[in-house]
């Protein structure tokens, strides 16, 4: 099952699968790189919410921008909650997890 919100305008998707809960979120945040394609980092950043095992890298005007993450949920939470858990993180970490 797919659950989509928007929390800021921001897209964010709850998918459940055989009791594990994955999230697909859309961020904006401005890192210190440049890039001309998207790039894919594995990452193994754990939150109290789960793990965000993948960032996605957007370049814009040849930034990079986190423009998405994956997280691996370890419980039921409110799309908000994870929005706000893994932006924080990924505001604190940025393009180098």
Do not use: W
Request: with cysteine; net charge negative; proline share 3%.
């Amino acid at each position: 099952m797919i659950e989509s919100f928007y929390v800021n305008h921001f897209k964010v998707s709850i998918i459940t699968l055989n009791e594990k809960r994955i999230a697909f979120m859309d961020l904006s945040i401005p890192c210190n790189k440049e890039i001309t394609n998207l790039e894919y980092i594995n990452a193994q950043l754990y939150t109290r919410i789960g793990e965000i095992k993948k960032i996605i890298l957007c370049p814009v005007n040849g930034r990079a921008f986190v423009c998405n993450a994956v997280i691996e949920l370890n419980g039921e939470y409110e799309a908000e909650e994870v929005y706000r858990e893994t932006e924080s993180v990924l505001r604190r970490v940025g393009c180098t997890p």
